[in-house]
């Protein structure tokens, strides 16, 4: 019983790393996208005079996936901010509880309160299919405005990934907990 539940929690986290890390990488090549898109701006506005609302818009759209979306890449890889002075030293099972408890009480905490606060301004932007203010601009706003309820969901399943990591080795035997988690950073 106690293997088979600890195989479970173990593709559970597997299945959220990978998810993560997919998502991660395809954003990832967003920033490219938002080069790109900056250049031609800069390109069109200085050397032909010419001016797009729409492609001013797409920087915000695009920054806006790339940070939002990115973020359970980022807690999945650990690249959240933390007091590394007392953090770094710990023993695996500290870090364990550290990791835990933190998720427990902030993240998750977080999580929730961003995605109740935002459902209601997400679903009357998607009532109406809101759209620019500007003559010209992206008739998507309650597109870009779904990521704020995307970056809590995709950031708390993480976050759970991560609490069941803890978990697993707050509850492993001692031994096997030193030797096989070795902070490779």
């Given at each position: 019983?106690?293997?088979?539940?600890?195989?479970?929690?173990?593709?559970?986290?597997?299945?959220?790393?990978?998810?993560?890390?997919?998502?991660?990488?395809?954003?990832?090549?967003?920033?490219?996208?938002l080069?790109?898109?900056?250049?031609?701006?800069?390109?069109?506005?200085?050397?032909?005079?010419?001016?797009?609302?729409?492609?001013?818009?797409?920087?915000?759209?695009?920054?806006?996936?790339?940070?939002?979306?990115?973020?359970?890449?980022?807690?999945?890889?650990?690249?959240?901010?933390?007091?590394?002075?007392?953090?770094?030293p710990?023993?695996?099972?500290?870090k364990?509880?550290?990791?835990?408890?933190?998720?427990?009480?902030?993240?998750?905490?977080?999580?929730?309160?961003i995605?109740?606060?935002?459902?209601?301004?997400?679903?009357s932007?998607?009532?109406?299919?809101?759209?620019?203010?500007?003559?010209?601009?992206?008739d998507?706003?309650?597109?870009?405005?779904?990521?704020?309820?995307?970056?809590?969901?995709?950031?708390?399943?993480?976050?759970?990934?991560?609490?069941?990591?803890?978990?697993?080795?707050?509850?492993?035997?001692?031994?096997?907990?030193?030797?096989?988690?070795?902070?490779?950073?």
């Amino acid at each position: 019983m106690q293997q088979a539940r600890q195989a479970f929690m173990q593709s559970f986290i597997n299945g959220v790393d990978r998810f993560s890390e997919l998502l991660g990488r395809s954003i990832s090549w967003l920033t490219l996208a938002l080069v790109l898109v900056t250049f031609v701006i800069v390109v069109l506005r200085y050397l032909f005079n010419i001016g797009s609302i729409a492609m001013q818009e797409s920087l915000l759209y695009l920054h806006s996936l790339i940070f939002l979306m990115g973020a359970a890449y980022t807690l999945s890889h650990e690249g959240h901010v933390r007091v590394d002075i007392f953090y770094r030293p710990m023993s695996v099972r500290k870090k364990a509880w550290v990791d835990l408890l933190g998720t427990l009480l902030l993240l998750i905490p977080f999580c929730l309160f961003i995605f109740s606060i935002s459902w209601q301004y997400v679903a009357s932007a998607w009532s109406y299919h809101e759209g620019s203010r500007e003559a010209g601009g992206l008739d998507a706003i309650y597109i870009l405005k779904t990521l704020l309820l995307l970056m809590p969901a995709t950031l708390l399943l993480q976050g759970l990934a991560q609490a069941t990591k803890s978990l697993l080795i707050i509850t492993g035997p001692k031994n096997q907990v030193n030797s096989a988690s070795v902070d490779t950073r």
